[in-house]
């Protein structure tokens, strides 16, 4: 999810799902990471939206 401040708008990402038939921990990283790229992903699409 990312909040756009100046143009007031919330957009949600795409559903990461949790797969338990991998080690917990591998997976905490892994859903970390798909969120990080997503809200920088977000950040940049609404950027060029609203310069």
Same mark, same amino acid.
């Given at each position: 999810? *990312?909040?756009?401040?100046?143009?007031?708008t919330i957009? *949600?990402g795409?559903? =990461? /799902?949790?797969?338990?038939? @991998?080690?917990? =921990?591998?997976e /905490?990283e892994r =859903?970390? /990471?798909?969120?990080? %790229? %997503?809200?920088?992903?977000?950040?940049?699409r609404a950027?060029?939206? @609203?310069?």
């Open positions: 999810m *990312f909040a756009h401040k100046e143009s007031k957009t *949600f795409q559903e =990461i /799902r949790y797969d338990p038939s @991998h080690p917990d =921990i591998e /905490r =859903i970390c /990471r798909e969120a990080e %790229q %997503q809200m920088h992903d977000l950040y940049e950027c060029r939206k @609203h310069p």
